[in-house]
Every structure is written in C-alpha cells, then in structure tokens.
C-alpha cells in the first residue's frame, strides 16, 4: 500500500510532507516542534498554521514550479505575524544566499521577524543569522521519538523516516549522515530480515561506533576512517562494513592489517577481529611465530575477557572461524572452499555443558601455520536474533563495544596495541 506521505517525487519533499502532515493533525505536537527548532515559543493564544511548498495565502503550486521559485520547503505562521519558516536538505548542501533569500520572502510577506530552522543530514560549516537555527534529521528523529509515547502522529512520523532512510540508500541518494538514529535490529518471525534494511540499520550502528573514543584508545581503531566504499545491492543474506586500524594508515591497506568487522546476517549479527589472508609479513610471524602454546594462551585471554561481555548477553555466544576462500574473479563473490567454526571454550573445557576438544583450536592454528590458500580468521561473537537479550534494543550498540574491546589479545599477540 502506499504511503500517505508519499505525495511528492523528490525524496526531501516527501521528507519534508511527513513532517508537515504530523505537526498539522496535532497542535500539541507542532507547538513542542517549535520550541524544539527554535528554543522558544511560539506566542500564546495565536491560531497556527502549516503550509508546504507555497506562500501563505496562496494556492499550492507543482512541485517543480515552488523548487524554480525558491519558495521554502514549509511554513509555519499566525494571522499575527509570527512565522517559522523550514528549510529541509539531504544530499544537497545547505546554501546561506538561499536561507538569506527566505528571510527576505517572509518580510516581504509581512512577517517582520521570521525564523527559520534548517533541517540537513550533517552540520553546517558557517554560523547563521541569531533567527536562523540548525538542526539534523537525526536530531528530529530523536525528538519525535520522545513524542511518540504521546503523539500518534509522532509514531507515524518516525515510522515513515525509518522507511525514507532505507529507499534513499537503495537508490544511494543518501550518501554521509543518517535521517535516524540506532534503535536496535529488530528482525523476528514478525520481522523478517531484510537486506534494504539490515544496510540502514549498519550505517545507524556504524555511525555510532565510529563516536566511542574508546575504540580507538583501546583497540587502534581509526575512527575518521569511512570503512567500505561502497555497500551496493538491494538484496543477500548478510550485509558487513568494518573500522579499520590506525596503524593500516589508508584504506587501501586494510587487507594487511586486522580490523573491526560487523555483518548483520540474516539470522544473526556478527562482531569480530578480522585478521585478513593478507595479513602483513612482519605481524604474521609476531602472531604465529611463538607455536601453539602462545597461539592457545591469546585464545584463553579472549575467553576470559568474555565475561564483559556475557554480563549484557548471557546468550551471546563467543567463537573462532577460519575460511578457506577463492575468488572466481575480481569482481565476483568469494566461494567457500572450507569453514570452522567453534566456541573456544572447547579449548579449554571450563565452561559448564561445553566439552573439551583441544583439536579445533589446534587444527586452526595448523592450518594458518602451514597456509597455501586463501584463509581469513574471524575471532568475536555471534547474536542470534531469536536468543540474544540485547540485539533488539539501542543498547546493543555498547555491546558491540564491549565485544570489540574484548578481543584485544588479538591486537595484542600482533603487538598492535
């Protein structure tokens, strides 16, 4: 069915729709906007307004016609004068000449003191007029979601943005910033995963990583970097981008160096150190070169750092996967030559209901030891939709962290870190 907010072709206009939609059909949600987008009310005992796509008392005009004319995206305004004027951006940059030009219309109009809130993916780099304030879509998103305990309209709106985001990647008009903010990956038997949106929910996760400085005082991570170039397609079982280190110094370099994958599968999310088959010489032989034993010892560090995790997730579940791989061409998906994968736990036999059997954590170590393939070894956790207490809240985002942090022996054997 078709949305009811998709009354426009151009994705800020149907932006834009949405909200205007809301404030209108709740006066009680349009007047907390105001004080939301200009930290200030409006004045009392006024009858307010909205309009969108046009000037106040005139009819509407097609949607090519008002973006010729420069007309603001939205107008909010009293027969009294007061007016709020909404300027809205996506992947266009935010232009002062157009705002000024805005501010100009209003006054013509009558209003002798507009406002004027700009609405944009990503922060302005100029400071505005003391009656012109910014604000994200994110922000937006944020505010709404407190309405919307309150607000049915508030409920709609967020809803529809969470739609908008995930058509704007698959058309890849989205290209830096999010419309959302990270609320959990909630894919069920009512839910079902969905690639489109498994690719929006990893750009909120991401976004949100790439802010904890912990990463990068813990593990190296170099926070600035932009991960994976481009994550195109519309549709697969699993959808992946990474942090790189520091120390990998470019992006070009990141197959040499290990890094901070996260995949959002169709039954699971997966967060793990990567060390890549292409891992640089000198930090293969300071991660193998010690045998076994020192091999198995970084394994045991991992296990016991579990605990952080485990205390947030008791049903999370910790694991050691070595792939062989080859590629059929450059471009072409990898195919899956051989696969272990293991709790490492079983190293170890000190975990209630999990056995000893040494002999997996040995044969990985075998294998890497005496490599003649393509072989990649993830160490990290698994969250099962289905089990996990924590994958479906926005909470799940500080126990990717943890997971991370917790996989610092890695860095460690390497002398990374």
């Not at 205007?20 to 987008?37: N, P, T, Y």
């Not at 976004?207 to 549709?235: F, M, N, P, V, Y």
């Amino acid at each position: 069915m078709r949305n009811i907010f998709d009354q426009y072709r151009q994705h800020e206009n149907r932006l834009t729709h949405a909200l205007a939609c809301s404030l209108a059909e709740d006066i009680a949600l349009l007047r907390s906007f105001i004080v939301w987008a200009t930290d200030s009310h409006a004045p009392k005992g006024t009858d307010l307004q909205i309009v969108e796509q046009r000037l106040p008392g005139e009819p509407e005009v097609e949607e090519g016609e008002a973006s010729r004319r420069g007309i603001p995206d939205a107008w909010i305004y009293s027969d009294a004068g007061w007016t709020l004027l909404i300027e809205s951006k996506v992947s266009s940059p935010i232009d002062s000449d157009q705002i000024a030009r805005h501010l100009r219309t209003a006054e013509r109009r009558g209003f002798a003191d507009p406002h004027l809130v700009c609405l944009s993916v990503t922060n302005p780099s100029n400071k505005f007029p003391r009656n012109v304030t910014h604000r994200t879509w994110a922000h937006l998103y944020q505010w709404a979601t407190t309405q919307s305990r309150t607000s049915h309209w508030a409920r709609r709106l967020i809803e529809y943005m969470a739609v908008a985001e995930r058509r704007m990647l698959a058309d890849e008009y989205l290209r830096e910033g999010t419309l959302t903010t990270f609320a959990g990956i909630q894919f069920d038997s009512d839910n079902p995963y969905s690639y489109l949106e498994a690719k929006r929910l990893l750009k909120l996760l991401m976004e949100d990583l790439r802010k904890r400085k912990s990463l990068a005082k813990r593990l190296g991570a170099d926070l600035a970097a932009s991960g994976r170039s481009a994550i195109t397609g519309t549709q697969g079982d699993s959808v992946w981008d990474y942090i790189p280190l520091a120390k990998a110094k470019s992006n070009d370099n990141f197959t040499s160096y290990p890094h901070l994958t996260l995949a959002i599968r169709r039954d699971r999310v997966i967060v793990q150190i990567t060390v890549p088959n292409g891992l640089d010489r000198g930090l293969r032989r300071a991660f193998l070169g010690g045998g076994y034993d020192i091999f198995a010892t970084m394994v045991s560090a991992f296990q016991e750092n579990s605990h952080e995790v485990l205390k947030y997730d008791k049903n999370a579940r910790p694991f050691v996967e070595i792939l062989q791989r080859h590629y059929p061409s450059q471009r072409s998906p990898p195919i899956s030559d051989a696969e272990l994968k293991f709790d490492p736990r079983t190293a170890y036999g000190d975990v209630k209901g999990v056995k000893k059997q040494e002999e997996w954590l040995r044969a990985v170590y075998d294998a890497l030891s005496n490599r003649r393939s393509n072989l990649q070894l993830g160490i990290g956790w698994g969250f099962q939709y289905d089990s996990s207490v924590t994958v479906s809240h926005p909470q799940f985002a500080d126990v990717v962290e943890h997971s991370w942090s917790s996989c610092r022996p890695v860095l460690e054997a390497m002398r990374l870190v």
